[in-house]
């Protein structure tokens, strides 16, 4: 009874060996299979403002990653890490979806397995080339197929795979031993041609020695299946001339079909924040001399100030005001920046103090000094940029001062000058 037992173990054994020598076989011939591959972690900006582009990536150890809208089936949203989506209107998850491409179990015995007759003739010239049609309902390789050599002379044959627009893409030309007419010998080629899904493609011979091609009116047997990968629909001749009652010369194909696995989807999901509304104020608004930004009457949260209508060049809230100068301002809620409202600024002149009744300033525009003057101790000038930026200082400690601006770039520039604890602001340009 042990004997018996462990003769059927044995059995069983070699039976798995022999199944998965075949599998590994099979794997090293043909190309083997694809394993899920995994998706380690998504990432994106979290959260982000409406009407706004998204970047999200993925890590994973797959080919590439699609994006859906939905954790089964949804929209493809498109393909690669890092990738681009929007612009956003409202809250969305993405799903991405990992996916490597591999190949399938070979599939024998395709198209029309073997002649049932002996007719023959080699590519006649004139009306080359001679095939088959087909279709490839997926990505598949064409491994190999065998012909039935009647000629009795050693020869070549020159096989071709071309497109629905007849443009070869393989080309392969094969040495074949000597045939015999009575009993047409059967010969592998092996051609390992690639093939995208797609319709209408031709296998053919451009030349060749005598083969087996059957003949007959109304060809039995189109279409010819390749197994599930595709079917082979009729025979061809002159490039592309459908000749349904002629199986030229090709037979039991072996074709590897593709083959893509998935890994589970994975959800990356973007907030969208609502773009807050422009801060409020008044478009026309009063100063005293002396005053900044930060003296206007706006209200709003985080409060950004700009030069120019387009909010494209930010300046600080400690820019001096400039009579009749226009400033820009917006607000920032949940890292969303509002639309900008624009400012137009007037000098009080009555709030100017009599310490400066009688200042001058002179030339303007300058090239290398400005000479200040005023009735009372100038106790110290300060230079700013158009941004608001400070780029010199200078105690000066009287009447009278030459401004020294050699060194500036040419441009406008806002000039504060400072006596007996009053301050003014004046403008000026350096040529």
């Given at each position: 009874m042990q004997n018996k037992y462990s003769q059927i173990l044995k059995t069983l054994f070699c039976s798995f060996c022999l199944v998965t020598m075949q599998n590994i076989y099979s794997q090293e011939r043909f190309g083997g299979g694809c394993?899920?591959?995994?998706?380690?972690?998504?990432s994106g900006p979290g959260d982000t403002c409406d009407g706004q582009s998204v970047v999200l990536t993925a890590t994973h150890n797959g080919d590439d990653v699609n994006w859906f809208d939905a954790e089964v089936g949804g929209?493809?949203?498109?393909t690669g890490s890092p990738f681009e989506y929007g612009p956003l209107s409202s809250t969305m998850s993405f799903w991405a979806?990992?996916?490597?491409?591999?190949?399938?179990?070979?599939i024998t015995g395709g198209a029309r397995?073997?002649?049932?007759?002996?007719?023959n003739s080699s590519v006649v010239p004139a009306?080359?080339?001679?095939?088959?049609?087909?279709?490839?309902d997926v990505d598949l390789t064409i491994n190999e197929v065998d012909v039935y050599i009647a000629d009795t002379n050693p020869g070549s044959v020159v096989i071709q795979l071309k497109d629905s627009g007849l443009n070869v893409l393989e080309e392969v030309t094969v040495a074949t031993p000597v045939g015999n007419s009575t009993t047409p010998v059967q010969f592998t080629?092996?051609?390992d041609f690639f093939v995208p899904a797609g319709l209408d493609y031709n296998l053919v011979a451009e030349s060749s020695p005598e083969m087996v091609r059957e003949f007959s009116s109304g060809h039995p047997g189109f279409p010819y299946p390749l197994g599930t990968a595709g079917s082979v629909t009729n025979g061809t001749i002159n490039d592309n001339d459908t000749n349904p009652?002629?199986?030229?010369?090709?037979?039991n194909w072996t074709v590897t079909p593709g083959q893509t696995c998935y890994s589970d989807r994975v959800e990356e999901t973007v907030?969208?924040?609502?773009?807050p509304a422009a801060p409020v104020g008044d478009a026309n608004q009063n100063f005293n001399a002396g005053e900044t930004l930060a003296d206007l009457d706006v209200t709003g949260t985080n409060l950004t100030w700009y030069s120019d209508p387009a909010a494209t060049m930010v300046i600080p809230d400690t820019t001096p005001l400039e009579d009749g100068e226009t400033y820009y301002v917006t607000q920032t809620v949940a890292d969303c920046e509002s639309e900008v409202i624009s400012i137009t600024v007037t000098e009080i002149l009555g709030g100017v103090s009599p310490i400066f009744k009688n200042l001058a300033l002179f030339p303007n525009p300058a090239s290398k000094f400005i000479s200040i003057e005023n009735e009372f101790i100038i106790d110290k000038v300060e230079v700013f940029s158009i941004l608001g930026q400070r780029v010199q200082t200078m105690d000066v400690g009287s009447k009278a001062y030459a401004l020294d601006v050699s060194k500036l770039a040419q441009g406008n520039y806002l000039l504060k000058i400072y006596s007996e604890g009053n301050t003014i602001t004046r403008k000026f340009v350096k040529q």
């Open positions: 394993v899920d591959p995994v998706i380690t972690a998504t929209n493809l949203l498109g979806e990992a996916y490597t491409d591999g190949t399938g179990a070979p397995v073997a002649p049932t007759n002996t007719t009306t080359s080339p001679w095939g088959l049609a087909f279709n490839a080629i092996t051609l009652n002629v199986y030229y010369f090709f037979y907030i969208v924040n609502p773009i």
